[in-house]
Each structure stands twice: as C-alpha cells, then as structure tokens.
C-alpha cells in the first residue's frame, strides 16, 4: 500500500512556471511506475507524463513535449512535474497515480493501470 500527497498547484499567468511534487509513503517508492494525468472541467482525466521506476525511461503526451519535465527522487520518495511556459489549457486538477512495477523501463499510459492516486492538486492559468 502506498499513499500519495500532491503539491504545488496555484494560480498563474500564461507563460509562467510551476512545480508539482507527488510524495509517497508505505512500501519501497523505486518499486512503483509513476505518472501524473489531468483532468478539466468537463473533459475526461488524461495522461501527461509518465516515469518508469528507475527515472531513466519517460513519455510525454504531444501537448506538454517541450514544457513539462517528469522526474523523480528515490531517496525522497517523491515526484516532480517542472511545467514552464503554461497555457490557459493546461489548466486542470493533476494528480499522480502509482503502479507496483517489477521490469525497468515500462511505461503505462492508461488510468485502470495504475492500483493508487493522490488526491490532486488543482493548476489554474490566466490568460
């Protein structure tokens, strides 16, 4: 069992810079396959970076290639999503998700892969 706290969201004009932090407590954190998704009003949650276990193995959805950086901390049980040059449809609650994960390298983009969820933290960008 694993439980997962969200950070960092708040209130921000296009173009500015957050930074999201996903901490982890229970089992072993390097043992899990992260991800952080979002969700806007009115729309479906959707994946929008993925990390594997190790950190070494990442994807990005087309739409924050180039702004958004997933990384992680082993030793501090925690995650990271670095968004720079935020736009008014990045806008949405984002939440982390955690799968037990036992092969390196593997990347899940579905939200029924993951077994956890933080509660989410809610991002807002002003136009």
């Known amino acids: 069992q694993v439980q997962l706290v969200e950070s960092g969201g708040g209130l921000v004009q296009a173009g500015d810079s957050l930074r999201l932090s996903c901490t982890a407590s229970?089992?072993?954190?390097?043992?899990?396959?992260m991800g952080w998704f979002r969700q806007a009003p009115g729309k479906e949650r959707e994946v929008v970076a993925i990390?594997?276990?190790?950190?070494?193995?990442?994807y990005y959805t087309d739409s924050v290639k180039g702004r958004f950086t997933i990384s992680r901390d082993n030793a501090k049980n925690t995650m990271y999503l670095e968004m720079n040059s935020l736009k008014s449809e990045d806008t949405a609650i984002y939440s982390c998700a955690a799968r037990i994960e036992i092969d390196y390298g593997q990347i899940w983009l579905q939200t029924n892969e993951y077994d956890y969820w933080g509660q989410g933290t809610q991002v807002t960008v002003s136009s």
């Open positions: 229970g089992r072993a954190f390097s043992t899990y396959a």
């Open positions: 990390i594997d276990r190790s950190g070494f193995s990442t």
